[in-house]
């Protein structure tokens, strides 16, 4: 497997519109790495700017296993790609999309349909090579589509928000069936996502992106326990915000008062802290630090999700098991503890 370098990759498009701002990663030979972020935040560009469909302003390197490629074309750099919207060949049998780059390369027919059969095997599409693209559902269009850009056995697979066109329920199982193929093949993959739980999911590190620019790269568990930043923290997953006084080591608030030193006492202070990480106290006990009163109460099947007013037009998100029963106005004593309090400069005073 080969590593991928960025070394100062910009890009600028003619229009004027700076879709990236002079960006660095690393990426080591068979890491699967998720470029995750909002829409526009510069993923495609990213994306294209290693498959060689687009190039880096002026100054801007892309290597691969330290070989400098930047001025390469797409099929001189040996990548497979995956789009959102499959860009299979309609009239085009399964097989015949698959080994369309076998062909090219002047593979003989019996190799082609030996790997065609290897390739729908694992992809989960055995005796499907005679079917028309328009009789398939977009699953297996998609899976059509992972066959066909690994047929050429590219050094690097590059896919683009794989899976954002299908429901929910196939999308789940298309991740896990990718996770998989990803971890057997060892490949070098970059996966662009705006769904934060398929980052997680799939990327060995994820690379959060914000405005055209990397926010945070890390293991899955550094973003969403070890945010660097209020945008990181908000982007990935649930996350609560109150807002209250600083001073003597707690923020103090019309709800509670929580733990934390914030230098600048007397200021505004913004608290962050999971759903999860909230404990609901039974009153009397003399450990909650936060008070309030249930909002509303969502059954998740695994858990209670309650929203909780605590005061001063502050609600929190708080989950709780699945057994407990919940009354709306209910009061209710809650506890964050300190360890799941995260505090940012850069946040935006309220
Ligand atoms: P993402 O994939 O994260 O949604 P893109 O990389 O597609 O974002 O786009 C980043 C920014 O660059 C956006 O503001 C987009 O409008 C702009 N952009 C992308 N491609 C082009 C292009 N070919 N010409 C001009 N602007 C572009
Ligand atoms: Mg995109």
């Known amino acids: 497997a080969v590593s991928i370098q960025l070394i100062q990759c910009g890009k600028t498009f003619a ?23 909002p829409s526009g935040c510069g993923k495609t560009t990213t994306l294209r700017l290693i498959a060689g469909l687009e190039f880096p302003d002026a100054g801007g390197q892309v290597l691969f296993d330290g070989e400098d490629v930047t001025g390469l074309p797409i099929e001189k750099r040996g990548v497979g790609m995956v789009f959102q919207n499959y860009a299979l ?97 060892g490949i070098t993959t970059i996966y662009v996502t705006h769904d934060q739980s398929e980052a997680m999911a799939l990327g060995d590190r994820v690379v959060v992106m914000e405005r055209g620019k990397i926010a945070q790269i890390g293991t899955p568990q550094d973003i969403y326990y070890r945010p660097v930043s209020h945008f990181v923290a908000d982007f990935i997953g649930t996350m609560n915000r109150v807002t209250g006084v600083a001073g003597g080591g707690q923020v103090r608030f019309s709800g509670g008062q929580l ?25 009397g006990m003399g450990t909650a630090n936060m008070h ?44 964050v503890p300190e360890h799941a309090l995260l505090h940012f400069q850069d946040e935006v005073a309220a």
């Open 292 to 335: 309030g009163e249930i909002l509303s109460t969502f059954f998740l099947g695994d858990r209670t999700r309650l929203h909780v007013n605590v005061g001063a037009g502050q609600a929190v998100v708080v989950d709780t098991g699945r057994s407990a029963s919940w009354q709306v106005g209910q009061r209710i004593a809650l506890r």
């Open 89 to 185: 060949f309609p009239n085009m049998t399964v097989g015949e999309n698959i080994a369309y780059g076998l062909k090219i390369r002047k593979i003989p027919a019996a190799q082609r349909l030996k790997k065609i059969d290897a390739l729908l095997e694992m992809v989960h599409l055995q005796g499907l090579g005679q079917r028309r693209i328009d009789q398939l559902s977009g699953g297996q269009k998609q899976r059509v589509a992972l066959a066909r850009a690994l047929a050429v056995e590219p050094r690097v697979l590059l896919l683009d928000e794989p899976l954002t066109a299908l429901d929910a329920k196939l999308r789940e199982t298309l991740r896990a069936d990718l996770n998989q193929l990803l971890r057997t093949l």
């Open 15 to 37: 229009n004027g519109a700076q879709a990236l701002q002079p960006i660095e990663l690393a990426i080591r030979p068979g890491e699967t790495v998720v470029l995750l972020g």
């Open 259 to 283: 733990p934390y030193a914030v230098s600048a006492a007397g200021s505004q202070a913004t608290l962050m802290f999971r759903p999860e990480d909230v404990e609901v106290v039974a009153d």
